[in-house]
């Protein structure tokens, strides 16, 4: 199976008064920059099978623009993408196929745990997710540390091939 990884966009700092964490959604200038790195995306891989995402504002919200960008799935809800081990999260997902694709929007550090889990590395540093940043892993569901990282993309780099 593949698994595209995504952190949010930029969203409204943590902190904002009047807005609660999970509430806070993306700026316009992340809601702007994450369309052209979503076109990035398309331009690298066709559609996932599925999108899920971490039921927060701002992932919701950038999980819908991906859709929009691949004409693809709608997303769907997964709640431990809102800070779920990264176990939880890989037995969340359930037997996927071999030829399956889904695409996960989430937080940080939770997105770079899952990334060294499935690497089998014992410490995420060194593998954290920019805003709008993604990695593709292709993975078995039998031996998840047994992965394989076919690329790790910081934004700019997506809105650069969105642009081309």
Request: aromatic letters at 4%; hydrophobic letters at 45%.
């Amino acid at each position: 199976m593949r698994l595209i990884l995504i952190r949010h966009a930029i969203a409204a700092e943590r902190g904002t008064p009047g807005l609660a964490d999970g509430d806070r959604p993306l700026t316009a200038r992340g809601r702007r920059r994450f369309r052209t790195a979503a076109s990035g995306l398309v331009r690298l891989l066709p559609p996932p099978d599925r999108i899920l995402t971490s039921p927060l504002v701002r992932a919701a919200q950038t999980a819908r623009l991906l859709a929009r960008a691949w004409d693809g799935p709608q997303p769907t809800p997964f709640v431990p993408l809102a800070g779920g081990a990264p176990a939880e999260v890989l037995d969340g997902l359930g037997r996927a196929g071999r030829d399956t694709c889904l695409a996960l929007v989430g937080h940080e550090p939770h997105l770079s745990l899952l990334l060294a889990h499935l690497l089998g590395l014992p410490d995420p540093g060194g593998v954290g997710f920019r805003k709008g940043g993604a990695a593709l892993i292709e993975t078995s569901a039998a031996r998840p540390q047994e992965s394989r990282l076919i690329w790790f993309l910081p934004p700019g780099i997506l809105r650069r091939i969105g642009r081309a």
